[in-house]
């Protein structure tokens, strides 16, 4: 029998050779290898070509059923690996994979997210984190303390799908016991109970970072560019510069680092028109965004990785490489990640907590839908104000002007102030329509830049919430074994994730408030000013015909 998937969600088609896939459609694989996130196959429409691995469930036969198998077949692929190009306002409601790692689309190239080879003498590649070489495994040691979760005894089995994200993540080694690693007490992350559930701890020492205009540098004798970007953060007071390759080689770091927070994804690539002054803003103001949300994390911000990016400094390029490759062979990710999360004392309730999740769930689909819906309408409306309205403004000015011309063959000296008020009227309508074509920069523009940074976000949970689900599924299936040993010991670990996944959807609506209130209040001052100033203009050539 031929290989089949099943579609877990819509996929509009692109670009060539790929084909779209409709919510539980079922579609012929030509292979199950996953290629750089894709697979290849036929719809139920008869076209053929590719698709997300992630979007698909395998279905698998059983004595000649289809069986449906354990989850996806591949990790939800979305921009929490590395991303590339524009969003779109005009995106349609679906979530596209990565077009950076499709076949038909390699990285460009001569942009300036290229590795250097000044960057690092020894490169690193990001290794799968459920999968780590025993070279890598953590000794013991005295001065450290070491944790190892016992292992489960019970019968509890094994996702078959080793492209699930609970697998990749590391969750599912962890819920089975198999996770042992040296966790230092700077290297906890404390989860507490707060009013509204668990959260995580606060940080004690809390900071901002700046971002200044970048610069334009060159290196080679001049044969390469790039743009240097100025951080300087409240707890140094000292200023590093940083290219965006450095924020790209972070945020990988991140998201293999935390697989149920949800690290923000960084403003987009361009090979072409890179040092352009409205994609440069465009690029900053993104980055601004980034860093705001990383700084105010109580886990990130605290992060060696991250406080290495911030502090060291731009001319220590020893210092730079060896913190690199500090992080590249961090032994706390993966299933060992979760080893680090220290949970409050007492247990959640597994019931409660699935129910929150499911409803957190239902809650990131209609806000992620309502986005794209708001983008669009915002970005419609701005195109209005930037080419319709000028020009209609533009319009009744030169109406105006026109009869002020014609006024003036008149040639009767009491006129002259009613033809001058005229022109004038014409020329403030001309003023007027520019008002207009430059508010959205004011008012519009900072909306769309919050909604990009959020669906980012919310294209990041359906990872984190699968690894929860995961884990309660085996806590689920552990209750059913005969030793109750193990199945408290899995029910325990299920509780970490648990507390973890909580803790991070609590900072998302905290943060979600803090940010649309500030932005709406913004929005609606600029508005008001942009306002004011119409009526001042209006008022301004009103009292012309005062003299007349």
Not at 356 to 365: I, N
Request: proline share 5%.
């Amino acid at each position: 029998m031929a290989l089949r998937a099943k579609a877990l969600y819509d996929f509009v088609s692109e670009n060539p050779g790929e084909i779209s896939v409709v919510e539980n459609e079922v579609l012929t694989l030509y292979s199950e290898d996953v290629v750089d996130g894709w697979l290849e196959g036929t719809n139920s429409r008869g076209e053929s070509g590719l698709f997300p691995a992630s979007y698909v469930e395998i279905l698998r036969t059983d004595d000649g059923f289809l069986v449906q198998g354990n989850g996806t077949a591949g990790s939800v692929y979305n921009t929490r690996s590395h991303q590339t190009g524009e969003t779109s306002s005009q995106s349609t409601p679906t979530h596209h994979p990565d077009y950076s790692q499709h076949p038909a689309y390699p990285p460009s190239q001569g942009s300036d997210d290229d590795w250097d080879d000044d960057w690092d003498d020894h490169p690193t590649t990001t290794h799968d984190p459920a999968v780590r070489p025993q070279s890598q495994q953590p000794s013991r040691s005295n001065s450290v303390c070491s944790r190892q979760q016992p292992r489960s005894s019970a019968t509890v089995g094994r996702n078959l799908n080793r492209f699930s994200t609970f697998v990749k993540s590391g969750g599912e080694a962890f819920v089975l016991g198999e996770a042992s690693g040296l966790v230092k007490e700077s290297d906890q992350i404390c989860v507490v109970m707060g009013h509204f559930g668990p959260q995580w701890q606060e940080h004690p020492d809390p900071f901002t970072c700046t971002i200044d205009d970048p610069t334009k540098q060159t290196k080679f004798k001049g044969m390469k560019s790039y743009m240097s970007y100025g951080l300087t953060p409240s707890h140094t007071q000292r200023l590093v510069n940083r290219r965006y390759k450095h924020f790209d080689w972070l945020y990988a770091r991140l998201v293999e680092r935390f697989p149920v927070i949800s690290v923000p994804h960084l403003p987009e690539k361009q090979a072409t028109g890179r040092f352009e002054e409205d994609f440069i803003s465009k690029r900053r103001k993104g980055l601004i965004w980034w860093m705001n949300h990383m700084a105010t994390h109580p886990v990130l911000s605290r992060c060696d990785v991250f406080q290495h990016f911030l502090t060291c400094s731009s001319s220590d390029e020893k210092a730079w490489k060896q913190g690199k490759r500090k992080a590249e062979k961090d032994h706390l990710v993966g299933a060992n990640f979760f080893l680090t999360i220290v949970p409050p004392p007492a247990p959640l309730d597994l019931q409660e907590v699935e129910s929150k999740v499911d409803g957190f769930k239902v809650f990131t689909k209609k806000m992620d839908e309502n986005i794209v819906q708001v983008n669009v309408t915002i970005a419609e409306f701005a195109r209005k104000q930037m080419t319709g309205f000028k020009k209609e403004y533009h319009k009744v000015g030169q109406a105006f002007r026109l009869i002020s011309q014609a006024f003036e063959l008149d040639q009767q000296v009491f006129s002259v102030k009613l033809n001058q008020a005229m022109a004038f009227t014409g020329s403030a309508y001309e003023t007027i329509g520019d008002y207009f074509a430059d508010q959205p920069r004011q008012d519009l523009d900072p909306v769309l830049d919050l909604l990009a940074i959020y669906q980012g976000h919310l294209s990041n949970f359906p990872d984190i919430i699968h690894v929860q689900k995961g884990a309660l599924t085996k806590a689920k299936e552990s209750q059913k074994e005969k030793d109750a040993q193990a199945a408290l010991a899995i029910g325990e670990r299920c509780n970490i994730i648990s507390c973890a996944t909580l803790a991070e959807i609590q900072h998302f609506h905290r943060t979600r408030v803090r940010d649309f209130k500030a932005q709406m209040q913004h929005y609606l001052q600029q508005q008001i000013s942009f306002y004011q100033k119409i009526t001042a203009k209006l008022e301004e050539a009103l009292h012309m015909y005062d003299q007349a």
